[in-house]
T-cell receptor, first 116, second 113 residues
Framework: AQKITQTQPGMFVQEKEAVTLDCTYD???????LFWYKQPSSGEMIFLIY??????QNATEGRYSLNFQKARKSANLVISASQLGDSAMYFC?????????????FGKGTKLTVNP | EAGVAQSPRYKIIEKRQSVAFWCNPI?????LYWYQQILGQGPKLLIQ????????DSQLPKDRFSAERLKGVDSTLKIQPAKLEDSAVYLC???????????FGSGTRLTVV
């Protein structure tokens, strides 16, 4: 069974600073995808970044980067130059690689608060 | 392209009443998912459709929850009768060939009193 663990219920960061949100995972599947989603107070889940288990390079999308350490089974999200609009819940999830349609398994999330 | 549409946005009902939620996925997306997100938790899959067939409904409480996706396009999730513990956000998502992850709708926030 797949499992995602997010150990930080809440995180605080000053505007313009970088922050790392932790995520560890467990699976016996050799091929999998790791995802990060942002959920603002309005409720929608916004896709941020994806990392495939066989990808050699860490994924980056603008201010978001994923620090993928396969041996440690961790997939931490790094947000650089935090903005006030980054305040939200952040969920790490495990699921299929690109093009797959298996379900996503989510962690419990981390609430990020960006202070001015 | 238009996103995943869900309605209603909010719903308050009394326990033992019935309620239905509607979802229209992104055009052309064959796979549709319903997730339940209880306050303070991550979303949990209730049911997955591939076109109009059910792929996974192992976490769906079938004594009270039902879902259908007639014609393989939009979908309805029903709860009858509702319990207090059904209070949650119900998220619909869809995915297409070659996509990374899913596109989620804005969700329906259900409060059972």
């Amino acid at each position: 069974a797949q499992k995602i663990t997010q150990t930080q219920p809440g995180m605080f960061v000053q505007e313009k600073e970088a922050v790392t949100l932790d995520c560890t995972y467990d699976t016996s599947d050799p091929s999998y995808g790791l995802f990060w989603y942002k959920q603002p107070s309005s409720g929608e889940m916004i896709f941020l970044i994806y990392q495939g288990s066989y990808d050699q390079q860490n994924a980056t999308e603008g201010r978001y980067s994923l620090n993928f350490q396969k041996a440690r089974k961790s997939a931490n999200l790094v947000i650089s130059a935090s903005q006030l609009g980054d305040s939200a819940m952040y969920f790490c999830a495990m699921g299929p690689t690109q093009g797959g349609s298996e379900k996503l398994v989510f962690g419990k999330g981390t609430k990020l608060t960006v202070n001015p | 392209e238009a996103g995943v549409a869900q309605s209603p946005r909010y719903k308050i009902i009394e326990k033992r009443q019935s309620v239905a939620f509607w979802c229209n996925p992104i055009s052309g997306h064959a796979t549709l998912y319903w997730y339940q997100q209880i306050l303070g938790q991550g979303p949990k899959l209730l049911i997955q459709f591939q076109n109009n067939g059910v792929v996974d409904d192992s976490q769906l409480p079938k004594d009270r929850f039902s879902a259908e996706r007639l014609k393989g396009v939009d979908s309805t999730l029903k709860i009858q009768p509702a319990k207090l513990e059904d209070s949650a956000v119900y998220l619909c998502a869809s995915t297409g060939t070659g996509d990374y992850g899913y596109t989620f709708g804005s969700g329906t926030r259900l409060t059972v009193v």
